[in-house]
Nanobody, 125 residues
């Protein structure tokens, strides 16, 4: 399985970016998807996830109301729309796939089996 993220870049505070993650695999629709982010010296942290079972989506508190996750199973792609970006959103963003579907599992990075290489998001103040 290969996951390829794109869409990262440099943006001013208050701006927007749209990240994409495309998977090269069959049966993409039977996997939950998540995004995590990491800054140097810190652990990779949960951002958002969508359950394959019912499409329920959970957001980390710092991004609620600003980030929106969507998926297009026909294109094997998920999108992370990030609006009202803040300098503290600066990080390397990773998408990942999981066979789990509950909140408690999908907010834990250990429940994800496949990861992309990451795309850098930098928000200037």
């Amino acid at each position: 399985v290969q996951l390829v993220e794109s869409g990262g870049g440099l943006v001013q505070a208050g701006g927007s970016l749209r990240l994409s993650c495309t998977a090269s695999m069959p049966n993409f629709g039977i996997y939950s998807v998540g995004w995590f982010r990491q800054v140097p010296g810190k652990e990779r942290e949960f951002v958002v996830a969508m359950s394959y079972r019912d499409g329920r989506t959970w957001y980390a508190d710092p991004v609620k109301g600003r980030f929106t996750l969507s998926r297009d199973n026909a294109r094997n792609t998920v999108f992370l729309q990030m609006d009202s970006l803040k300098p503290e959103d600066t990080a390397l963003y990773y998408c990942a796939l999981s066979g789990y579907y509950s909140y408690s599992d999908l907010t834990s990075r250990v429940r994800y089996k496949d990861w992309g290489q990451g795309t850098q998001v930098t928000v200037s103040s």
